[in-house]
C-alpha cells in the first residue's frame, strides 16, 4: 500500500499561501494522488489530484516531486473558510483510505 | 450544480432497532460509495456500488446491507443497531469507477 504521511498540524494567515506537503515514498507508478479536505463534520471536499505533473484548479495547485515521492498542496490566498483537515490518499483500488490529515489553522 | 443529496440528515434510534439511510447521487453519476465516521476518527469505507453492483466492499458489518436502485439512488440498511454505530455516514457519488468523489452533508445517526 502506498501510505502517506502529513504533518498532523499547520498555521497559515489569512490572504497567505498556504503549503500543505505529503510524503507517499512507496506509491507506485501508475498510482494517483488525490487531496480532499473535510471542514468540521462536514462531507469531505474533493480538491484536486495528479499523476506525474503539477496540476492546478480554481481552489489549488499540486506540485509533485519528479522522483513521485512527496507533493505539496498549495492554497494560494488562504482565506478563514480554508480551516480543515486536508488529506492526501493515494488510492487502493479505488478505495479513499483516509489517513490522519493535515489540520490547516488559517488565522486572520 | 447539484450535489449529493442524503436523508435523513438526523436520525436518532435506539439500540437492536434499524435504520435506513437513503443517498440520491449526483445526476449522471452511476458509482455510489458508503463512508462511516466516528467520533473524532476519519472516515472508513464501507462499501461502494457501480451500475446498480456492488462494486467494491470495504469494513461493513454484516448487520448493514446496501443496494443500489435502478434510478442509481442507493440505500443503506442497518439492523441491531449498537451503541458503537453512531456515528456520521456519508455517501459519495462518482461518474464511472474514479477515486475523484463527491461526498453529501452526511447524516449523523445517534444510538441510545
Known amino acids: 500500500d502506498a501510505k502517506t504521511t502529513q504533518p498532523p498540524s499547520m498555521d497559515c494567515a489569512e490572504g497567505r499561501a498556504a503549503n500543505l506537503p505529503c510524503n507517499h515514498s512507496?506509491?507506485?507508478?501508475?498510482?494517483?494522488v488525490y487531496w480532499y479536505r473535510q471542514i468540521h463534520s462536514q462531507g469531505p471536499q474533493y480538491i484536486i489530484h495528479?499523476?506525474?505533473?503539477?496540476e492546478t484548479n480554481e481552489m489549488a495547485s499540486l506540485i509533485i516531486t519528479e522522483d513521485r515521492k512527496s507533493s505539496t498542496l498549495i492554497l494560494p490566498h488562504a482565506t478563514l473558510r480554508d480551516t480543515a483537515v486536508y488529506y492526501c490518499i493515494v488510492p487502493k483500488n479505488r478505495k479513499l483510505i483516509w489517513g490522519l490529515g493535515t489540520s490547516l489553522a488559517v488565522n486572520p | 450544480a447539484a450535489g449529493v443529496i442524503q436523508s435523513p440528515r438526523h436520525l436518532i434510534k435506539e439500540k437492536r432497532e434499524t435504520a435506513t439511510l437513503k443517498c440520491y447521487p449526483i445526476p449522471r453519476h452511476d458509482t455510489v460509495y458508503w463512508y462511516q465516521q466516528g467520533p473524532g476518527q476519519d472516515p472508513q469505507f464501507l462499501i461502494s456500488f457501480y451500475e446498480k453492483m456492488q462494486s467494491d466492499k470495504g469494513s461493513i458489518p454484516d448487520r448493514f446491507s446496501a443496494q443500489q436502485f435502478s434510478d442509481y439512488h442507493s440505500e443503506l440498511n442497518m439492523s441491531s443497531l449498537e451503541l458503537g454505530d453512531s456515528a456520521l455516514y456519508f455517501c459519495?457519488?462518482?461518474?464511472?469507477?474514479?477515486?475523484?468523489?463527491?461526498f453529501g452533508p452526511g447524516t449523523r445517526l445517534t444510538v441510545t
Open positions: 512507496t506509491i507506485s507508478g501508475n498510482e494517483y
Open positions: 459519495a457519488s462518482s461518474l464511472g469507477r474514479t477515486s475523484e468523489q463527491y
Open positions: 495528479g499523476l506525474k505533473n503539477n
